[in-house]
């Protein structure tokens, strides 16, 4: 229970001409008594808070950058009608800064028996599960002079999924994926492929491609069409130790190789491949498998939600071990991680052979396109200083590119923006060359 503003505007007003005319006891007291008596009467007039019943209904999910909707039922059992402040919180993450009180605030009025709704809308800056915390209701008098308040829990959970911003990319990267599968104009042929069917020479066509046996049975020359094979298992491994946590522009490195991870598995669905993922670290945090080609992608986007960098470093016997448990076939397995000399020459190279030897391995790594800004300036004698520092960094980074590419390791380096089409574009070279 609490005196409101407006009790306290009213003792105010009152006192002030007994101070000025009257200043005794009894004049406050005969000013007093009878805002008491209104104050004890509002507050038997207002609703009781502990008896009203709330639930919820809504969104259960939403992607970063998106809103949801939760709305609060909010229903009056006893006699009297609620008018009432609510303050529906939520975690400071669930909206922009800034926007947290208007947003999490309502006022509504229920008739005696009745029910009403209020929505708060969240615009979550961070992946994860929000949870909702307490509602607090102050519920108001007629008058308005006194308030009764309480806490109620209604349970709730938005888990709020990476944003996926490079599916803008896929279109153009499907329709590369359709010239190599033979559906438009362009045939592919190539070691490895799929034979997919026959049809008439044209001058320029590989003499190779010729069927002579069918040539034979028809009056024209036939040569054979091939398309990429189909069915490949494909390995996603999130490395999610401290190297993850570096924060490239306004996101870690952790949220661009899941935004190029998710772009890789459209693709690789629509082009008939099996995707499972592993996030590891020292122990796995997130396993993803067995999923048919429209389930894989929700089921990524949704075990990436939780993910967040673990600031230890990433056990690489550990993750190859796992690696290799987890795809007992022959696969393409794609690395995301750093490309840092230190992890990788203590870490990966030493094991990078088990891997190598039984999959196709291919790397994708974050790279820091201020590193290639401080390279080209020359402003003044500091600026110098850190050009040489950056372009010593660069090539540490091509050097340990070079290292891991004379193991039969595909690299992709690229920024944050650039990672996810360069990595795509990655997986259809090896798709059009026979390697997977």
Known sequence: ????????????????????????????????????????????????????????????????????????????????????????????????TGTETTASRHRLTVPPGERRRVTTRLSPTRRGDRQADRVTIRSYGPLGLFSRQGTHKAPWTVRVLPPFTSRKHLPSKLARLRELDGRTSVLTRGEGTEFDSLREYVPGDDTRSIDWRATARQTTVAVRTWRPERDRHILLVLDTGRTSAGRVGDAPRLDASMDAALLLAALASRAGDRVDLLAYDRKVRALVQGRSAGDVLPALVNAMATLEPELVETDARGLTATALRTSPRRSLVVLLTTLDAAPVEEGLLPVLSQLTQRHTVLLASVADPHIGEMVKARRNVDAVYESAAAAQAQSERHRTAEQLRRHGVTVVDAAPDDLAPALADAYLALKASGRL
Do not use: H, K, Y
């Not at 229970?1 to 005794?24: D, K, N, Q």
């Not at 969104?59 to 809103?67: A, C, E, I, M, Q």
């Open 1 to 96: 229970m609490a005196l409101t503003g407006r009790a306290a505007l009213l003792a105010a007003l009152g006192s002030l001409p007994v101070g000025i005319w009257e200043p005794s006891w009894t004049g406050i007291l005969a000013v007093n008594a009878p805002l008491a008596v209104a104050c004890a009467c509002d507050f038997a007039l207002a609703a009781p808070v502990r008896r009203l019943g709330l639930t919820r209904s809504g969104d259960t999910s939403v992607r970063l950058g998106d809103t949801a909707d939760v709305t609060l039922t909010v229903t009056n059992p006893s006699r009297r009608p609620l008018r009432a402040r609510l303050r529906d919180a939520w975690p400071p993450s669930s909206w922009q």
